[in-house]
C-alpha cells in the first residue's frame, strides 16, 4: 500500500476493484463506510459480484470477468478526452504519457462496453467521478492479481492513479489489500524467490557479498529460485526433489488440485511445519508441528506496512515448538549452528541487514508500531510513499494491451466460474473450520448462482449441482442470489469436501507467476 489505512478518510471518491472488502478485509471496509457516510467520500465499485460493499456505492460498475484492462484504459481515455487529467503532475513527475495516450485513443466507450459489458454512459460516469476527485483513493485485492493477465491489470491502476496525481498525497494511493496478516512481512523478509530481504536482488554481487559476510562467510547461489506455482510443476516433472512447506495448504489453495496432487506425491521428500494437520500435512514425510501467534515473539508487518510487536502469551501444546527453535535445530543438524536463536537477536540481524527496516528496532516498537520505509532510529517511519518523487525517479506510464482470460464460456462450458473467501472463513479453513461458532454460520461450500441461470435448468435453492470443467468436478449445494451475474457462478475455496480448486486452472501470470483463479470456463449440472 502506498498509503496508510485511515488515508481512506481523506479520500474525495475511493475506487475499490476486485476486492470483496467487507468479507475480506471487514476492518478495512469499516473505514470506507466511515468515510462513505460521515466525509461525504463517494465510493465507486468495479465488480462483476454485486458484493455487499455496492450498496454503498455512488455507482456499482459490472464488468465481464477478466476485461479489468480494457475498463482502466477506457476510464483513462475518457478522462483525456475531457481533460481531467493532472497536467501538471504528469509533466513534473512521469515518463511515458504520450506513448500512453496514444495506445489509448482505441479505447472509446462504446469498444470498451462491448469489450467489458460496461455501459458507455456508467464508464463516461466513472470517468468523471474518479477523474475530477483530488485527492482520490484505488483500493485492490486478489480479483485483480488472480489472473493471467494480473501485473497488467496493477500496472493499469498505477497509471490511472499517476494520470489524476493521486500517487504520493495524502488521501490517495495504489493500495492492494493483503490477503493474508503477515504475507507483507514475509515478503519484505525475502520470501521470494528473486530477492533477499528489503528486496535486495539475489543476484546483485553487492547484496551477495553484504550477506555472506553477514552469515559467516557461506556460499550464497545468484541464481532466481522457483515461485509456489513453479515448485508443484517442477515437482511433478522430477526437477524439485524436496519441498518444505511452512503455514500453507497446497492441496487446497492451489490450482488444479490433480496436479498440486501429483506433484506432491512425486516428490522424494516433503516437509510440512504447520500448527494443525493439513490436507498438505497428510501427505508429508515429516511434519513438524508449530506454535501458533499467541505461543511466540516476533513481529507482524500488516497491509499498510506497520510493523508491530507479537509477544507470547501461552505455552505451545504437547510437542508444537516456535517456529525459531524448528528452524534452528534443523540448520544445526545439517552443519550451520545459526548465532541468532531469538527474535529479538533475528530483528537486530534485520536491522543491520535491510535498509527498510534499519530504524525499526525492538525498543522503538515497543509500545507502539513504525512503518517502513524507516532508514535510521531517529527516522519516523513512511506512512505515504513516494512524495516529491518516486522510488525510480520518475513514475512510468505503461502501454498494456488488453488480453482476454485464457478461458471462456462455449458451449460445452458455458459458465465462467470465479473462486474468493467468505466472511466466517479464512482460507483454506485450517483454523476457521476448526471453531463451532464460524461452522454454525457457514457450515459447508456453496455455489452462489444467479436465479434467473437457476430457474432456466430447473434448480432450486439448496439443490446440489455438480460443477464440471476440464480438469474435474465437483458437487457443492446451490445459493440462489443475485450477486453472480448471469452465466457465472461463484464457488469459496475453504472447503476440502468441495474442492473448489479441482476445478481451476494452473495458467500463470508470466511474471509474477500467480494462477487465474478468478476465471474458469465449467458447466453446471443438477445433481442426482
Known sequence: MTNPISDILKAEVILTTGTNTDENHPIIANYVKEAVTRNGAKLLVIDPRRISLVDHATLWLRPRPGTDVAWINGLMHIILKEGLQAQKYIDERTEGFEALKAHLETFTPDHVSATTGIPADDLIAAARLYGKARPASILYAMGITKHTTGTDNVKSLASLAMLCGNIGVDGGGINPLRGQNNVQGACDMGGLPNVFSGYQPVADEKAIKKFADAWGGVRIPSKIGLTVTEMISGAASGQVKAIYVMGENPMLSDPDKHHVEHGLETLEFLAVQDIFLTETAKKAHVVFPAACFAEKDGTVTNTERLVQRVRKALEPPGDAKEDIWIINEISKRMGYPMPASTAEAIMREINTL???????????????????????????????????????????????????????????????????????????????????????????????????????????????????????????????????????????????????????????????????????????????
Open 354 to 528: 535491510t535498509p527498510s527496516y534499519a530504524g525499526i528496532t525492538y525498543e522503538r516498537i515497543a509500545e507502539k508500531g513504525l512503518v517502513w520505509p524507516c532508514p535510521d532510529k531517529n527516522h519516523p517511519g513512511t506512512p505515504v510513499l513516494h512524495r516529491g518523487n518516486f522510488t525510480r525517479g520518475k513514475g512510468q506510464f505503461f502501454v498494456i494491451p488488453f488480453k482476454p482470460p485464457v478461458e471462456s464460456a462455449d458451449k460445452e462450458y458455458p459458465f465462467i466460474l470465479s473462486t474468493g473467501r467468505v466472511l466466517e472463513h479464512y482460507h483454506t479453513g485450517t483454523m476457521t473450520r476448526r471453531g463451532s461458532g464460524l461452522n454454525r454460520l457457514y457450515p459447508e461450500a456453496l455455489a452462489e448462482i444467479s436465479r434467473a441461470d437457476a430457474q432456466k435448468m430447473g434448480i432450486a435453492e439448496g439443490d446440489y449441482i455438480n460443477i464440471i470443467s476440464r480438469r474435474g468436478s465437483i458437487r457443492v449445494k446451490t445459493w440462489l442470489n443475485d450477486r453472480s451475474s448471469q452465466g457465472m457462478v461463484f464457488v469459496p475455496f475453504h472447503f476440502h469436501e468441495a474442492a473448489v480448486n479441482l476445478l481451476t486452472h494452473a495458467v500463470v501470470d508470466p511474471v509474477s507467476k500467480i494462477p487465474e483463479y478468478k476465471v474458469s470456463a465449467v458447466r453446471i449440472e443438477k445433481a442426482s
